[in-house]
Nanobody
Framework: VQITESGGGLVQAGGSLNLSCTAS????????VAWFRQAPGKEREAVSC????????YYPDSVKGRFTISQDSARNTVYLQMNDLTPGDSGMYYC???????????????????WGKGTQVTISS
């Protein structure tokens, strides 16, 4: 199993990025998929979660209304559209999949089974 993130980069504040997460050997349709980010010196935080059914999404208040998670089952890819970015959104962004994860239970997000290596997002002011 391999999860690969892409789409990170350097953008100015107010800009947008669309991150992609692809998986080999793992059908995303059978897993909850989430995006996490971690900035230097800060704890990792979940910024979105898409339930296995695709019917439930989670966003923390810090990104609600600006980030959108979506899935293309045919491509086995999950996206994170990020708009109106601020320097506070900078960090390494990770994609993860969890077979037993329930996106309605934030405390359970650490139970993800598979993680990617991350893609760097840097927002300049």
């Amino acid at each position: 199993v391999q999860i690969t993130e892409s789409g990170g980069g350097l953008v100015q504040a107010g800009g947008s990025l669309n991150l992609s997460c692809t998986a080999s050997g793992l059908p995303f349709d059978d897993y909850a998929v989430a995006w996490f980010r971690q900035a230097p010196g800060k704890e990792r935080e979940a910024v979105s979660c898409l339930s296995r059914s695709g019917q439930y999404t989670y966003y923390p208040d810090s990104v609600k209304g600006r980030f959108t998670i979506s899935q293309d089952s045919a491509r086995n890819t999950v996206y994170l559209q990020m708009n109106d970015l601020t320097p506070g959104d900078s960090g390494m962004y990770y994609c993860a999949a969890g077979y037993t994860v329930d996106c309605t239970v934030v405390d359970g997000f650490d139970a993800m089974d598979y993680w990617g290596k991350g893609t760097q997002v840097t927002i300049s002011s």
